[in-house]
C-alpha cells in the first residue's frame, strides 16, 4: 500500500465522515476488566487517567 | 484480606444454584478457584432436602430417599422461587413432594418434625435450608465461617426472583454481594485462568443442565461481556438423555419378565436414579452397567448397555441440543462462522457425542470447550460455581454501596459499537484489504492498537479507516459429477456423491462500508511496519494515530461525534 500520487490533505489527514450511531446495551457486571470500566465511569476518568493512578 | 473498616470481616464463596444440582466453589490466595466437596465428597451437591423421622438430609443423601421417602423429598424447586403458583410448571416435581399454592407463593407439604401432622413449607424456607447446608459445608472445608457469596442465575431469571432468593440467603446468613448470570459465569471461568489472553471473540455458552437448558451468544470484548441472545428450553436437559437409558433398559426388562418397572412408582424411582449413574458412567467409558436389587416385584436386574447403542438411541435429542445452539446464534443474526467459542457447561455436556456434534456444525477454527474435544477444558459442572467464586474474590473487599453503585444501570446500560471498525492499507493500484481492529458490539469508550506490515519497498502509506461489515461468501462447487452419473449408478454411490456435491464453500469476506478517515504516514523505511491507534469515546468520538513503529511523531487525527446521535440515543 503507498500513497496514490496526489493526494494530499492538511497535516496529512482528513476526515471523510463520522461513525454510525451506536447500539445501547446492557454490559455484564463481571470481572476485572468490568470493575475497572465501572471505577472509571463512576469517576468520570478516562482511560490514560486511570492508568496514572 | 484484612480492611480497616470495623464491621464483620467478609468472607465470600461462589455458589451456583441449580434445579438439579448446587456447588460451592472458593478462590484461593493463589487466585484459583475451586469447588468444594462437602462432607460426603460430593462437588455437584443436589439441590435436594429430604426429612426423615425431623432429621433433615441434604444432596446425595436426600437423592437416595426419592425411593422411599419421595412424599417428604423436596427437589428441582430452583425455578420455582419467586413465582406465582399458577406460572409454575410442576412436572419435575411428580417424583417428588409436589408443589402447592400457599397464599402468593409456592410451598410444599412435608413431615419435617416430630409433629403429627405434616408442615407447609415455603420455598424461600426451603431456599433458605438449602443454602444454610451449602454454606455449612463450605465453612467446614475452609475452617472460616461463609457469611457472603456470588450466586449464579439464568438471564432470564425475574427481579422478582431474584428478590426472593436474596431474601432466602438472607435468612441463611449468606450475604448475596451480587447475583451474576451463568453463562457469563462460565466464560469468567475460562478468563480467569491464569494463562488466558484477553482477546476479542463471539462465544456461545451452552448450559446444558438437568431439566433445563440455556444457551447465550455473549460478545467478549476486552474482557466485558455483552449479551447479545439467549435462548431457554424448559424441557430439554440431562433428564431426557435418562429417559433413554431408562426406556432401553425398562423394554428389556419387559422383555424378560412382562411387566413394566416404569408403571411401578418405586420402581420408577430406581431406575431413574441408577439410569442416571448408567448415562453419566457412558460419558467416560464406552460400556456401562445398570443394577437394580427389587426392581419390581422382587426380581433383581442387571444389564449393560454400549455407548454406540445409546447415541443411537439418543441421536434426537442430541440434535434438539445442537439445534437449540443453532437458534441461538441465529437469534443473535450471527453465523455458525461468527463464533469464535463454544463453551459447554453443565452436566449434561459431559457427553462426548454433543461436543463431536458441535464440532461438525461449526468451523474448524471455532473451539469447542468440552472435555472431549480440548483437553485443558474445564470439567463443565463447575464452571459457574468457579466463575462465582472469582467474582466473590474480585468484589468481597468492597463496600456494599461500591457494588450496588458499580452494577448500577447507569453503569451497565453502554453504548456498543454498530459496526466494525477497521483499517484499510490503500495503494495506488488497488483498493486494500479490510483488517478488523474494533469489533462490532464493542462497548465505548474503548482503545485498541495494531500494527501493519507496510509493504517491502517502504515510502509513503496511506490508512484509511473505515466501517466494514462481515459478508459471508458461498462458493458452489462445478456441478460435474451430475452429468457423468448414470441411472444404473448404485445408491450408496449416488447418495455419497450428491452428498459432495451440496458442501458449499463458506467463508467471511469483510467488505469495507463507510471510510471515516484517511491519514498518511510519510517515508516509511523499508520492512517496516505502522501502528495504528484508535480510541472511540463514548459519544462516537474517535482520535486516531499513526505512526511508524519506531518512528517520531506521525499522523494524528480527530473525528468528531456525529451530531445526531450525541447524546448516544440510539
Not at chain 2, 456470588?150 to 440467603?169: H, K
Amino acid at each position: 500500500p503507498a500513497l496514490p500520487a496526489g493526494w494530499s490533505a492538511e497535516k496529512d489527514f482528513k476526515v471523510l465522515s463520522s461513525l454510525s450511531s451506536a447500539v445501547q446495551r446492557n454490559i455484564e457486571p463481571v470481572g476485572p476488566h468490568f470493575l475497572a470500566h465501572a471505577r472509571r465511569q463512576r469517576h468520570n476518568r478516562t482511560f490514560s487517567e486511570d492508568e496514572r493512578i | 484480606m484484612s480492611e480497616e473498616t470495623g464491621a464483620g470481616e467478609r468472607f465470600a464463596i461462589g455458589i451456583s444454584f441449580g434445579n438439579s444440582s448446587s456447588s460451592i466453589a472458593f478462590t484461593g490466595p493463589d487466585g484459583k478457584a475451586e469447588v468444594i466437596a462437602n462432607e460426603e465428597g460430593d462437588r455437584q451437591i443436589p439441590t435436594i432436602l429430604s426429612y426423615v423421622e425431623s432429621e433433615e438430609f441434604h444432596g446425595t443423601q436426600a437423592k437416595a430417599q426419592l425411593i422411599r421417602n419421595s412424599k417428604n423429598t423436596v427437589a428441582y424447586f430452583r425455578d420455582y422461587l419467586g413465582k406465582d403458583f399458577k406460572s409454575i410448571d410442576p412436572t419435575p416435581a411428580h417424583q417428588s413432594a409436589h408443589p402447592q399454592q400457599s397464599d402468593s407463593t409456592v410451598a410444599f407439604t412435608i413431615q419435617d418434625t416430630d409433629a403429627e401432622t405434616p408442615s407447609t413449607v415455603t420455598v424461600s424456607e426451603i431456599t433458605t435450608r438449602h443454602l444454610r447446608r451449602l454454606k455449612q459445608s463450605a465453612t467446614d472445608f475452609l475452617g472460616k465461617t461463609v457469611n457472603a457469596a456470588v450466586i449464579t442465575v439464568p438471564t432470564n431469571f425475574s427481579d422478582a426472583q431474584r428478590e426472593a432468593l436474596v431474601a432466602a440467603a438472607k435468612n441463611a446468613d449468606i450475604e448475596v454481594l451480587q447475583l451474576i448470570h451463568e453463562p457469563v459465569a462460565a466464560l469468567l471461568a475460562y478468563d480467569a485462568r491464569p494463562d488466558a489472553v484477553v482477546e476479542d471473540k463471539l462465544v456461545v455458552v451452552a448450559d446444558f443442565g438437568g431439566i433445563r437448558s440455556d444457551v447465550a451468544v455473549v460478545a467478549s470484548r476486552g474482557g466485558m461481556y455483552s449479551v447479545l441472545a439467549t435462548v431457554h428450553d424448559y424441557e430439554l436437559g440431562g433428564a431426557n438423555l435418562d429417559q433413554v437409558v431408562i426406556d432401553h433398559f425398562a423394554k428389556e426388562f419387559i422383555k424378560k419378565h412382562k411387566v413394566d418397572p416404569r408403571e411401578d412408582a418405586r420402581g420408577l424411582a430406581k431406575l431413574k436414579l441408577e439410569g442416571e449413574a448408567t448415562k453419566k458412567a457412558l460419558s467416560i467409558g464406552t460400556n456401562a452397567t445398570l443394577s437394580i436389587e427389587s426392581l419390581v416385584n422382587g426380581i433383581d436386574y442387571g444389564s449393560t448397555i454400549n455407548r454406540t447403542r445409546y447415541e443411537l438411541l439418543s441421536g434426537k435429542i442430541f440434535s434438539q441440543f445442537t439445534g437449540l445452539i443453532e437458534s441461538a446464534v441465529k437469534k443473535a443474526d450471527l453465523d455458525v462462522l461468527d463464533i469464535d467459542e463454544v463453551i459447554l457447561a453443565g452436566g449434561t455436556s459431559h457427553t462426548p457425542k454433543i461436543a463431536r456434534l458441535l464440532e461438525s456444525i461449526f468451523p474448524e477454527k471455532t473451539k469447542v470447550l468440552a472435555p472431549s474435544t480440548t483437553p485443558s477444558a474445564i470439567n463443565p459442572s463447575e464452571l459457574s460455581a468457579r466463575g462465582a467464586a472469582y467474582q466473590a474474590s474480585l468484589i468481597q473487599e468492597f463496600d456494599t454501596e461500591d457494588i450496588e453503585q458499580s452494577i448500577h444501570p447507569m453503569v451497565t446500560v453502554t453504548p456498543h459499537l454498530s459496526k466494525t471498525i477497521g483499517v484499510q492499507l490503500v495503494s495506488a493500484d488497488e483498493s486494500g484489504e479490510f483488517v478488523p481492529l474494533v469489533n462490532a458490539e464493542t462497548a465505548l469508550p474503548a482503545r485498541r492498537v495494531a500494527q501493519y506490515t507496510v509493504p517491502k519497498e517502504g515510502g509513503d502509506v496511506l490508512i484509511r479507516i473505515t466501517e466494514g461489515e462481515r459478508e459471508i461468501k458461498v462458493t458452489k462447487p462445478e456441478p460435474k459429477p451430475k452429468a457423468e452419473k448414470t441411472e444404473e449408478d448404485e445408491e450408496d454411490s449416488d447418495f455419497d456423491s450428491d452428498e459432495d456435491e451440496e458442501e458449499e464453500i463458506r467463508e467471511v469476506i469483510w467488505k469495507s462500508t463507510k471510510p471515516i478517515a484517511e491519514a498518511a504516514v510519510k517515508g516509511v523505511k523499508a520492512g517496516g511496519k505502522v501502528e495504528v491507534t484508535i480510541n472511540i469515546n463514548s459519544d462516537l468520538g474517535l482520535q486516531i494515530t499513526a505512526r511508524e513503529v519506531g518512528g517520531k511523531g506521525g499522523v494524528r487525527l480527530a473525528v468528531e461525534a456525529p451530531a445526531a446521535s450525541a447524546n448516544g440515543s440510539a
